[in-house]
């Protein structure tokens, strides 16, 4: 291949590719959306979710109330060597990453201060529906709002809360909820 067909080839195809990419514009208000696009495979994310009509806004975990905790861990092994596959074919057509991928999930319920111990599930992450689904629950990512994903009644709202913090919340409680 001469040197002039390279270059027209590579000029062509690197503006493809980051069209086909999930850092889009159309995606970037959704809860979980950085700036540069979706949660990584190797993030790890927090979220608390109470009863309520508005969006929690707190600093840090609250030590009292009830609450669920979602603590959204990295993916698989076997799920990050599929990312692979997944950005090759987002290359051509970007919609497999939109449909999102699963991941595990530890789930915390607190009631009046009270931990449970963590329920390990897999979660499902989504642009398209913007959704994250925890089999019980759905977040919807364009307003935050928490549903039953059974009867899509609205429960109350999520927050995005920082991972340091909670992990180190989480670690104090999990003592006290294996008793």
Known sequence: MSYRK??????????????????????????????????????EVTVLCEAGVTIPSYEELPETGSFTLYHLRTRTFWSQVSTIWEWFVANFNSESLAQGHSRPVDIYTVKNGDWSRPATHSAHISLEPALLIFGDHDIDRADQSWRSAKSQKEIGFCQRVSLWDALDVIADNANLAEG
């Open 6 to 43: 390279f270059l027209l080839i590579l000029i062509a195809y690197v503006p493809l590719t980051t069209l086909s990419q999930v850092n889009s514009e159309k995606y970037r208000d959704l809860f979980l959306v950085g700036e540069f696009g979706e949660v990584c495979t190797m993030c």
